[in-house]
């Protein structure tokens, strides 16, 4: 998973925090690779590493954050929440998810975190099905990362007590944990341009 979090609200809070500059590293990294391709194709830079910089002084300004404010709120949400997330959604039940063995993370089923997220209630099953905005999960070990037995892989947020019996039983089987060391995946294996 790129990030950590999986679920509408807990995503947000991280999207947040990266345009604060603060959020997680992949997915600050992989924000400011794919937004240095966007500066220098609007002509606003000769290379992307200048690209990046303005990229970073916008984050450090405060502008990207001030933006996307302004984006919620041209689209009648709540603005303030940009600055202070702890008006996004809460699940009532937090319960932190963990690790049998002791290793390195060898693999990590996307798919299966995303149903997770659904079965807790974060998607639809059916296109009338409703959606809680604010279950999911926060992982905290990723691949190639080394657990401890009782580490926490994950937290879980959720509102229903069956839902989260389910949705750990799954989180469980998407984790693979090895013994050997694992290299973190490379999510930008190359750019193509034209």
């Given amino acids: 998973p790129l990030g950590y979090a999986v679920g ?11 345009l604060k500059g603060w959020g997680p590293e992949d ?12 500066v220098l ?3 606003k830079a000769d290379s992307e590493e200048e690209a990046v910089g303005l990229l970073k002084k916008t984050l450090s300004e405060g502008k990207a954050l001030d933006k996307f404010a302004e984006f919620i709120k041209a689209q009648g949400g709540e ?20 690790s049998g063995k002791s290793g ?3 693999e990590i089923d996307c ?24 279950v999911g999960v926060v992982l905290h070990k990723k691949i190639g990362d080394y657990v401890k037995q009782n580490d ?19 989180f ?23």
């Fill in 8 to 18: 509408n609200a807990l995503e947000v809070r991280e999207a947040i925090e990266t």
């Fill in 27 to 38: 997915l600050l990294a992989l924000c400011l690779r794919l937004g240095s391709q966007m």
């Fill in 41 to 43: 194709a609007a002509g």
């Fill in 79 to 98: 603005a303030a929440a940009v600055y202070n997330t702890e008006l996004l959604p809460k699940a009532a039940i937090t319960e932190e998810i963990i």
């Fill in 104 to 106: 390195y993370v060898k």
């Fill in 111 to 134: 798919s299966e975190i995303g149903m997770v997220s659904l079965v807790l209630g974060g998607g639809r099953e059916k296109k009338e099905s409703s959606v809680d905005l604010s």
């Fill in 152 to 170: 926490s892989l994950a937290t879980m947020h959720a509102n229903d007590k069956e839902k989260l019996k389910i949705a750990k039983e799954r």
């Fill in 172 to 194: 469980i089987r998407a984790y693979e944990i090895a013994d050997e060391e694992t290299e973190p995946p490379v999510f930008i294996k190359e750019i193509i341009r034209e």
